[in-house]
């Protein structure tokens, strides 16, 4: 396969910086190309899932969104590490938290990502169900937030293909059991690709709403709230 791909439709690799981040939602990537980028060029329009690059403090970076799910972000993280010479993708997301000590609007940096999912298995034959952030990233990372005076809560998530499950107290065993903190939907994919493809991948997420309280943030809440992780992820322009 060639550029363009199935799924972006741009027809330049250079156009595409070497460190993507990816919301969930096209309309955060475009929020963040409007908030903080200059000179930005939009490179996918595709089934909507904007893409853009521009410069941040003068160095490039692209953003564009990854949609919701594993099958979602395994796409179009794909498609831009293996055709589009991408070499760090860095997923800023939302999580549901597992545990009482985090508060909505915590920022976590993800170590790892347990997962039930066959996602990694499918792909390349990789059976276990943990799959763990470039550490490297993440060092970075935790300089970044430190310098800008932004707390980080680090550890393992939980990848979940399901949203809406069926028995309430199921967190219990994945927090309990498997160490997990709070669940979001992405993260085992995209480091999947990462390793299979010898990329780097990481996450960062805020905390949306919990599983345990049942507290929840707006939409509106998420947009300005959200700040905090996509700067910290901004500072990898370059
Ligand atoms: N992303 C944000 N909140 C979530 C939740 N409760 N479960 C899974 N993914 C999420």
Redesign the pocket.
Known sequence: MSIPTPHIECNDSNIIAKTVLMPGDPLRAKFIADTYLEDVVQFNHVRNMFGFTGTYKGKRISVMGSGMGMPSIGIYSFELYKFYGVENIIRIG???AYTNDLKLYDVILVDEAWSQSTYAKVQNGYDKDVIEANPEINDRIAKHAEELNIPIVRGRIHS?DV?YADDPNSYKSYRDNHGCIA???ESFALFANAKVLGKKAACLLTV??S?VTHEETTSEERQNAFTKMMEIALEFAE
Do not use: K, N, T, V
């Open positions: 939302s999580c549901g979940s949203f669940a979001e939907m949306s709403d599983i």
